[in-house]
């Protein structure tokens, strides 16, 4: 809960900072993800599917000066982990949830009904306590159509008995279309540059990546 309020507390500097600039923007942006994780454990290169998840979080945009570019700030909630087969041949989850922090820096073309924007920025995510691991069991003895399935904590830390680190930063790219309205729609990946292996073994990695579709909604300023 710390942690969480930590970055709460980084957004609302970023707002205060950039809250000087009238043309700044605050906005809601809310979407779809499909997160997977890579790298290699015991010489053994990770190959799994992708997880699909959802995100929504809060963003602002603050022109820089007269220029085309703009400073963008915004607080997610990201859901990030990877599908794995299990010998039921039934997918087990790893459901990883994050409080994910981005410090964008865009360039918009400003056209006259809207504009295209792109760029990017660095990223910093905080776990949170819901992360689980879902395993697919056996199928229902009284409903044969569906299947019972366990969940255990993901127990994030540096221990023996921790599955990842808890802290994940990396960095974030994107590009989409904002209407004049305040609108807009974007595709961003996000790339996890820490190892979250909790004891670093010879080449053992793991990295988090993430796809993200978002709507989003500017309210314009008066």
Not at 44 to 61: H, N, P, V
Not at 123 to 136: E, M, N, Q
Not at 177 to 201: D, H, M, Q, W
Request: charged fraction near 20%; charge should be positive; include cysteine.
């Amino acid at each position: 809960m710390k942690k969480v309020l930590f970055i709460l507390a980084v957004f609302v500097v970023c707002l205060q900072i950039n809250g000087f600039s009238q043309k700044s923007r605050v906005g809601v942006t809310a979407g779809i993800t499909s997160a997977n994780m890579y790298g290699e454990i015991g010489g053994t290169k990770l190959d799994d599917d992708s997880k699909f998840g959802i995100t929504f979080g809060m963003i602002m945009d603050a022109p820089i000066g007269k220029s085309n570019f703009s400073f963008q700030p915004g607080l997610h909630y990201v859901q990030k982990g990877r599908t794995l087969e299990n010998t039921n041949e039934k997918k087990d989850w790893i459901a990883l949830r994050y409080a994910e922090l981005h410090a964008n820096f865009l360039y918009n073309t400003n056209g006259p009904k809207g504009n295209f924007f792109l760029g990017g920025g660095p990223t910093v995510a905080l776990d949170f306590p819901s992360a689980k691991v879902i395993k697919t069991l056996v199928r229902d003895p009284v409903e044969s159509d569906y299947w019972l399935r366990a969940e255990t904590n993901v127990n994030f830390g540096k221990e023996s008995n921790s599955d990842f680190k808890g802290l994940d930063y990396g960095a974030n790219m994107l590009a989409g279309y904002r209407f004049k309205s305040g609108f807009s729609f974007a595709f961003n990946y996000t790339i996890g540059l820490r190892n979250l292996v909790p004891i670093e073994n010879g080449s053992d990695k793991i990295n988090n990546h993430c796809f993200g579709l978002r709507l989003g909604y500017l309210v314009n300023n008066k």
